[in-house]
């Protein structure tokens, strides 16, 4: 069962309750005004209630001001860093092709010696060829010349040298 306030008073008499409401309102009110600066004190707590309620809400600006700083300095930072990735692969584009650059030039000048040899080569082997067909041809007109003195003159003569003896 449970207690009720009423059952605590002397005697066993009941306080009606419009008598114990205007009670408790009587002493949270400040039972009386006598007290001179009991009013002020009621003022107080209301005063520093709106003051708490300033400083939450300029907190929460402040947070939220602080969130949109990170977010601006998120997306600044993220566009540097995009611009530096760019900058680093035009950096290293323009270095392959300055390195297939200079391989083609090697390349060609490679290819171009090569022919050159190869042009060379040919060359010495032509004048090798004229060289021996003039010496050829040399050798023929001579042994044409040795077979038509033989022929003409009726004496043999021989080409060899002969020994005195």
């Not at 200079?102 to 040899?117: D, V």
């Amino acid at each position: 069962m449970p207690w009720r306030f009423t059952d605590a008073c002397p005697g066993g008499r009941r306080i009606p309750a419009v008598l114990l409401s205007s009670l408790v309102l009587a002493v949270l009110s400040g039972c009386g005004t006598g007290g001179g600066g009991s009013g002020a004190r009621a003022s107080e707590p209301a005063g520093e209630a709106v003051e708490h309620s300033e400083e939450a809400e300029q907190r929460k600006e402040e947070a939220a001001e602080l969130a949109k700083n990170r977010e601006v300095l998120s997306a600044v930072e993220g566009k540097k860093r995009e611009e530096a990735a760019e900058e680093n692969a035009k950096r290293k584009e323009a270095a392959a092709a300055a390195r297939a650059k200079k391989r083609l030039e090697l390349a060609e000048k490679t290819a171009l010696a090569t022919e050159e040899a190869a042009e060379a080569k040919v060359k010495q082997r032509e004048v090798a060829s004229e060289a021996a067909k003039k010496q050829q041809e040399a050798s023929r007109k001579k042994k044409k010349t040795v077979k038509s003195k033989t022929n003409s003159g009726g004496e043999s003569t021989s080409t060899s040298p002969t020994a005195h003896g």
